[in-house]
């Protein structure tokens, strides 16, 4: 493996050796020069040579691979062998990494097909049956297609995964390992793409991957210093009327335009609550979480990308992996456990070199844990309260573990809750 943190500056695609095809429709897209992680990685890939790039969430690693597995892939061979494979954790990333690859390959012949769970396996077969040069997968869904012998992977020439780190943490190395056992081309390239590099996605590449040239992005590439990031320590129970006030601020700033707002919650029920009690304050609030359908998902990040709703609130489904454009805030209503995940979040902002803001609204009893943000960053994490004129509360709230809705509850079970402002049908007996 060839550690190489150099990265040469090279101003166009055309430099890099992207084709002409390709190149005109990132020039139709507005896309001229490549990022770094861009700059590393195409020249290496269309090269032959296996890649591991660590580079964070917006940087462009999408088209790092996706513009030279275009160039290189063999436009007239249809069948339901893929050339390409790119393996992903969520079926939002898949839909995401397809649609930006549609986007790239307009010009050109090439069809990608993505599959993941969630989706009838019926359509899936019927455009695998039409012919596919680029498959992206999750490895639950693609397993199962391998299984019924849908999917052949005996001419995948090149083997992509991204957000490996991710796909770590929710238990994939298995069916990773299983997958690329049914991929007997030992001429394959694999690249390796992820925000951070844990051992165990260190042994992986060492073990499926030959002279692999890792490019990890320096320290100014790798931080998040054009986010300015602050919080404010309050009571739990003051918490829904700081967001409010953030949220109202954040549209009177600049060119007083609505922008796109995510907030993040702690869990499912958290979040559908939350964002039905900033819709009934007159926000333009959409959920998301994992207790919705595949097709209310898909709709809920339809609406905030086409700007039909400009605040998502949200658990940690997005924190990374769905790639939402002109993200102008975030803001963490609950303090996450791991520090990474903090991370992660304020992430969906500033992106692809912009700038942008991150508040996280932090209750008496997570103030500890907030303390491991702060030592885990060299950036600098504004505390709001003395600029604010807002004491930093001493007394200590208990945890409060809300009971699940019922919408036929009756509505005199629900008296104003720690938001002051939900909805009668939601109880409330103690502090959301």
Do not use: W
Request: glycine fraction near 6%; hydrophobic fraction near 35%; charged fraction near 25%.
């Amino acid at each position: 493996m060839i550690n190489d943190n150099k990265i040469n500056v090279i101003s166009t695609f055309q430099t890099l050796g992207i084709s002409e095809e390709v190149v005109k429709a990132l020039e139709e897209n507005g896309l001229k020069s490549p990022f770094p992680i861009q700059e590393a990685a195409i020249p290496v890939i269309l090269n032959g040579q296996d890649f591991i790039g660590q580079a964070h969430t917006g940087s462009g690693k999408t088209a790092a691979y996706a513009l030279p597995i275009l160039t290189k892939i063999n436009s007239k061979r249809y069948n339901n062998s893929p050339q390409a494979l790119i393996l992903v954790p969520t079926r939002e990333l898949a839909m995401q990494v397809t649609a930006e690859i549609n986007k790239f390959a307009k010009n050109t012949r090439i069809k990608t097909v993505s599959i993941y769970g969630g989706q009838s396996i019926g359509i899936q077969f019927d455009r695998l049956r039409r012919g596919v040069q680029i498959l992206v997968a999750t490895p639950g869904r693609l397993i199962d297609h391998l299984k019924r012998r849908s999917i052949e992977l005996e001419n995948v020439d090149h083997v992509v995964l991204d957000e490996a780190d991710r796909m770590l943490d929710m238990g994939f190395i298995e069916d990773i390992e299983t997958i690329l056992s049914h991929i007997n081309n030992d001429e394959r390239q694999t690249c390796l793409f992820s925000a951070t590099m844990p051992s165990e996605i260190l042994d992986l590449a060492q073990k499926y991957m030959k002279n692999a040239k890792m490019v990890r992005l320096n320290e100014k590439e790798l931080s998040l210093d054009t986010i300015d990031q602050s919080y404010l320590i309050i009571n739990e129970k003051e918490k829904f009327k700081h967001l409010c006030n953030f949220i109202s601020n954040s549209r009177t700033e600049a060119t007083n335009t609505k922008q796109k707002i995510i907030v993040f919650a702690a869990t499912k029920q958290r979040t559908q609550v939350l964002a039905d009690a900033l819709r009934k304050d007159e926000y333009s609030a959409i959920a998301i979480h994992g207790d919705l359908s595949q097709r209310e998902r898909d709709n809920a990040i339809f609406r905030f990308r086409k700007g039909l709703a400009n605040i998502l609130v949200s658990t940690d489904i997005v924190s990374r992996g769905i790639d939402v454009p002109a993200v102008g805030h975030v803001i963490n209503y609950d303090i996450p456990d791991d520090p990474m995940v903090y991370f992660h979040r304020i992430g969906r902002t500033a992106r692809a070199g912009a700038s942008g803001n991150a508040v996280s609204l932090v209750s008496h009893d997570r103030i500890d844990i907030f303390g491991r943000i702060l030592k885990r960053t060299k950036q600098t994490i504004r505390k709001l309260n003395e600029e604010m004129g807002i004491a930093v509360p001493t007394t200590m709230y208990r945890q409060y573990t809300p009971r699940p809705y019922n919408r036929y509850r009756s509505s005199n079970d629900g008296v104003p809750n720690s938001y002051g402002r939900y909805p009668k049908r939601y109880t409330s007996r103690g502090t959301y």
